[in-house]
């Protein structure tokens, strides 16, 4: 109903500010009830990974597109690089996705209008390993948050207001998820200029997963055949 309503032509700008914030504040509630969900499976051992060589030039890419609505309310310029034009890891898409998601939601909160996020994504063939960047020019971290930040709840407090930002919950299951993937996640204050950068590291190839989680691996019957 919500949608019909943004999608009339309403004269009225206030009108129209207060029915986006309603629509901004079901969705963050629809994201938190879901993410709450991924914690309960978390704790009962059900959450289920399988596996597929994905590019992720392109699968962050789509992600990125995605968030264009929450990106430009805000002015922020995005930029995604990578040193192949086609890097693939085995990942597990749904999961992935919400590794990213989660990254790129915590970017937004603290960049300030107007705005740089940053996503590079880099092949090291030496050490074998994929990393995903995402950084910001936001508020950085502090070096008491960069200890506590992927605890389940934990929240940030901001210098700007004093008051917590966000869950706690986002950082901690972008985690627990990219572990789940064979992968670390790092996260920092840039070097270069203000801001935060959060890392994930993914191995290169499948040897690290169990060849029955992988969605094209054949079927037992099909290599018995």
Same mark, same amino acid.
């Given at each position: ?60 890419? $789509? @992600? ?7 990106? *430009?309310? /805000?002015? #922020?310029?995005?930029? %995604?690089?990578? =040193? ?31 705005? $740089? @996020? ?7 063939? *030496?050490? /074998?390993? #994929?990393?995903?960047? %995402?950084?910001? =020019? ?88």
């Amino acid at each position: 109903p919500l949608e019909k309503i943004l999608a009339k032509d309403n004269t009225d700008p206030e009108t129209s500010r207060l029915y986006s914030i309603m629509k901004t504040n079901s969705q963050r509630i629809l994201r938190l009830v879901s993410q709450l969900l991924d914690l309960r499976k978390i704790d009962k051992g059900q959450v289920m990974m399988k596996f597929g060589n994905t590019d992720l030039c392109h699968f962050i890419r $789509e @992600i990125l597109d995605s968030c264009g609505p929450m990106i *430009e309310t /805000k002015e #922020i310029t995005t930029e %995604i690089t990578s =040193n192949y034009p086609e890097v693939f890891a085995y990942i597990d898409p749904e999961n992935f996705e919400k590794i990213i998601l989660n990254l790129l939601h915590n970017a937004v909160k603290f960049t300030p209008v107007g705005g $740089e @996020i940053d996503v590079e994504i880099f092949q090291d063939n *030496e050490s /074998k390993t #994929i990393q995903v960047t %995402i950084q910001d =020019n936001g508020i950085g971290i502090s070096s008491d948050d960069i200890t506590k930040i992927f605890n389940r709840f934990y929240q940030v407090r901001t210098q700007q207001n004093r008051y917590t930002t966000g869950t706690g919950v986002g950082l901690h299951l972008a985690r627990y998820l990219t572990e789940l993937h064979g992968g670390k996640l790092y996260a920092s204050s840039r070097t270069d200029r203000q801001g935060s950068r959060f890392t994930i590291e993914l191995p290169m190839g499948k040897d690290h997963i169990n060849p029955s989680d992988i969605m094209d691996a054949p079927s037992a019957e099909a290599a018995q055949g």
